[in-house]
């Protein structure tokens, strides 16, 4: 009785300090419009990241020798991506090599659909507004050319920026009637251009200006100064302390039923993805790759894991009914990070039992993960895949190298043997409940 009033008072002081967060950010329109628009660019991140990979295999042809029919495949498989490489790196460069542009748009149109204005022509906006300031096209004695320094994954979030301050101006003149308007004779679709207009112009000539100002000042445009003023922020983002923090953040509204990853979802996945990008850019230029906090090494370090270990550990050791139906039904879909069978079914919302190992396990995992990822001894990551392929294949491939799904298996045995006294537990007061019940 005395351990059910901790839990009681341990769950209601929790309840009280997160609910008040999520409805905060739930309800905090840019933040929202920011992980949205990430969304969208899952498909562009894994195009790009395939490409770059078929274009420059792993492959170091002065150390190895065709001795079998597997170095023999991959040396082929050099030869043929060094003969066609203009080819194979086209959808590398018009994805993740020109992310930024689809970054400021995408963020453009989810924060204009939450205002309830035009969508389409404040994403045309915002970037048009970016290439005034990001690749406005230069004129040499050889010809013209747009340069593409600024429109790459370092310009992510000066592109996110700009979105936003873009739609708020628009939002604000459209508000304010600050438009031009047409007769109500005139079809929607031909006015709606006409309404945003002036916004646009007012965008494109202040960036313009607030460029010009600030290379005459500094030496080097908004997007430079940008980059420098928040160089440092980022890089605090993705040390290993604000790692954890973030992903305390996520466990702790799992822990009410709430998706953790859509919550912190807005302040991770820009990170994540602009790392991804700057590893892939490293990557081919043949430097070494700098970021360790990107693409999916949260979900395979941590949550891919843990899960995975909590089914095996029910799997052993629980006898009750709702927990054996639970270990029929479940393992497909973990196996494939589909954990909701898991949460919902174990239950782990609002259950201490699941909460304080799963939390210990993921906080070891990611320490571990990233301490061998630093030392350089499993490779840094630089692929993007669908989120559901298996964790131990999506550490395989996320690095391209073997020690990565060996270190994960050892770690979900560990995972494992932690779980274990926990669940056990939980399944006694399964097993209690369900004898009374059937008494």
Known sequence: MQTNGFIEKFQEKLEKILLPISEKLGEQRHLAAVRDAMGILIPLTIIGGFAILLAQPPVDPTTMTGSNFFYQFLLSWYDWASANSNLLF?????????????????????????????????????????????????TLETGSFMPTANIGAGGMFTAILVAIIVVEITNFCVKHNVTIKMPA???????????????????????????????QMTGGGLCDLLAHVLQPLLSASESLPSIL???????????????????????????????????????????????????????????WCTYIALLIAMILVTKSK????????????????INEPLVFGVPTVLNV??????????????CIAYACTYFDIIGKTYLVLPWTTPAPLAAFLSTMDWKAPVLWILLCALDVLIIMPFIKNYDKTLLAEEAKNEA
């Open 90 to 138: 086209i959808p590398y460069n018009l994805t993740l090599g020109a992310i930024s542009l689809y970054v400021v748009g995408a963020v453009a149109y989810r924060l204009a659909e939450r205002y309830g204005i035009p969508k389409l022509e404040s994403c045309f906006t915002a970037l048009l507004t970016f290439l005034c300031i990001a690749a406005a096209p230069q």
């Open 185 to 215: 004779s005139v079809p929607p679709n031909v006015a709606s251009p006409f309404k945003v207009l002036i916004p646009m112009a007012m965008n494109v000539i202040g960036f313009i200006l607030l460029n010009v100002v600030c290379t």
């Open 322 to 337: 709702q927990m054996r139906a639970l270990c029929k039904l479940a393992p497909l879909s973990t196996a494939f990070n």
């Open 245 to 303: 923090l973030l992903l305390l953040l996520s466990q702790m509204f799992w822990f009410f039923g709430i998706h953790g990853d859509n919550m912190v979802g807005a302040v991770v996945t820009p990170i994540i993805t602009m790392n991804i990008a700057l590893n892939l850019e490293a990557y081919q230029a043949h430097k070494e790759m700098t970021h360790i906090f990107a693409g999916q090494f949260n979900g395979v370090w941590g949550g």
């Open 353 to 366: 039992f699941t909460l304080i190992p799963t939390l210990l396990c993921t906080i070891l995992n990611i």
